[in-house]
């Protein structure tokens, strides 16, 4: 029996492959996508892969994640620096939660540098582009079938 991993992507996400092509590069959404579905086929692991500029829905999501799923592989973008929300919902549910980002946020403004996901999350895997959410199903494999 397949494990269910949701992934959720935070604002923004969508416009991935226009958007500052300097720093997030030409890999669009779909692209990201297409790559967390063939990895989790060779992992064993069912996708649920969505994106939303809304925060509210977001915490809806991590909430559904929480009955539905065995780990949660949140990039969580802007929000990542602002949302008490979102970190309130990943301590509810109580499921394994990887924080991804593309860009290495350490490398960039210091307002990216404060993190109220990763206090909560089981690991966070930032600066490796699109490769972080390989990196991530990966890792929560491991975790959710020791």
Known sequence: MSASIYILNGPNLNR???REPETYGSTTLGDIEGLCRDVGEDL???????????????VDWIQEAGD????????????THTSVAIHDA???VEIPTVEVH??????????????YVSPVALGVICGFGATGYRLALEALSTVIRP
């Not at 892969?49 to 829905?57: A, D, K, T």
């Not at 946020?105 to 210091?110: I, L, Q, W």
């Open 16 to 18: 991935l492959g226009t």
């Open 44 to 58: 064993n692991l069912e996708i649920e892969f969505r994106q939303s500029n809304h925060e509210g829905l977001l």
């Open 68 to 79: 539905l799923a065995q780990g949660l592989v949140l990039n969580p973008a802007a929000f």
């Open 90 to 92: 990943i301590r509810a």
């Open 102 to 115: 593309l860009s290495n946020v350490f490398a960039r403004e210091a307002f990216r540098h404060h993190s």
